[in-house]
């Protein structure tokens, strides 16, 4: 697992660039992010699929939910990179109204990912015992940290 976690912190690490660019500059960003998104999520699959111990009759019923769980990720994904995005075009320029705005809807970006979880809790509890279910969340959670770990720590903190 070491050795795959490399890879995704290493993906992670090349994920954001400076953010601080030109909006016109976003168009290409937008084309290579969805790449490493999309080899992300693979990753993710990978580990996940190294790390929880599967019977073939509990991969078979597992693997459609986490397909649709991480589709449903995705999009939340989607919005936070979105937020990043409009905090990178605004940050030299962003009002106190603004501010508030985007820290709202980075809090209910946060309240979608629990909700999210919440919402699959019982359903992954359908498919696997209680222990695997617990097991495949926290690799979820630690990864998803993993991914987020990079983009937090460089995005700039609001300008006084």
């Given amino acids: 697992m070491k050795k795959a976690l490399i890879y995704l912190a290493l993906a992670c690490a090349l994920s954001i660039p400076t953010l601080a660019q030109a ?3 976003f168009a290409e960003h937008d084309k290579n992010m969805a790449l490493l998104r999309k080899d992300l999520r693979g990753g993710k699959k ?3 699929a190294l790390n929880l111990p599967l019977t073939p009759d509990e991969a078979t019923k597992f693997w ?3 397909e ?3 589709n449903e990720l995705a ?3 989607d919005a936070r990179y979105a937020l990043i995005k409009e905090y990178a075009s605004t940050m030299n320029t962003m009002t106190d109204p603004a501010a508030a705005s985007l820290s709202k809807r980075t809090l209910d970006s946060d309240a979608a990912m629990t909700t999210l979880r919440q919402k699959y809790a019982p359903i992954v509890g359908k498919v696997l015992s209680g222990k695997k279910a617990a097991l495949f969340f926290q690799l ?3 990864l998803g940290l993993l991914i987020d770990l990079q983009p ?3 995005i700039p903190l609001v300008v006084q």
Avoid: F
Wanted: aromatic share 14%.
């Fill in 23 to 25: 909006p016109d500059k």
């Fill in 140 to 142: 979820d959670k630690r």
């Fill in 75 to 77: 999009k939340i994904y």
């Fill in 64 to 66: 459609p939910v986490y």
């Fill in 68 to 70: 649709q769980y991480a």
């Fill in 152 to 154: 937090a720590s460089e």
């Fill in 46 to 48: 990978e580990l996940i």
